[in-house]
């Protein structure tokens, strides 16, 4: 089993910037690929970015230039630096961990609770 927890979401006004940060324990593997997902209300969980153990990163088309994700192999951490934010990036995000590189809910087998992310205009 592996537990992620993330931490460092809030509140921020459009334009500014936010870092949240993922921690894995428990029976982690640092060849995980890691990612980070969003779901806003009403609306189904949507890929954000990932990232895997020799660094090859994957962007949504909304996010990219805006998010980079990066991690740690040695502390078993992934980060996703958010700056000019914008309204329509206001969700609850989550971390995933998964065999493979992918953009898709299914191929990840662990999750976090989620860290919210609100965005006033």
């Known amino acids: 089993q592996v537990q992620l927890v993330e931490s460092g979401g809030g509140l921020v006004q459009a334009g500014g910037s936010l870092r949240l940060s993922c921690a894995a324990s428990?029976?982690?593997?640092?060849?995980?690929?890691m990612a980070w997902f969003r779901q806003a209300p009403g609306k189904e969980r949507e890929f954000v970015a990932a990232?895997?153990?020799?660094?090859?990163?994957s962007y949504a088309n909304s996010v990219k230039g805006r998010l980079t994700i990066s991690r740690d192999n040695v502390k078993n951490t992934v980060d996703l630096q958010m700056n000019s934010l914008k309204p329509e990036d206001a969700a609850n995000y989550y971390c995933?961990?998964?065999?493979?590189?992918?953009?898709?809910?299914?191929?990840?087998?662990?999750w976090g609770q989620g860290t919210q992310v609100t965005v006033s205009s």
């Open positions: 995933a961990a998964g065999p493979r590189l992918s953009m898709v809910v299914a191929d990840y087998g662990y």
């Open positions: 428990g029976r982690t593997s640092s060849t995980y690929s």
């Open positions: 990232i895997n153990w020799p660094g090859v990163r």
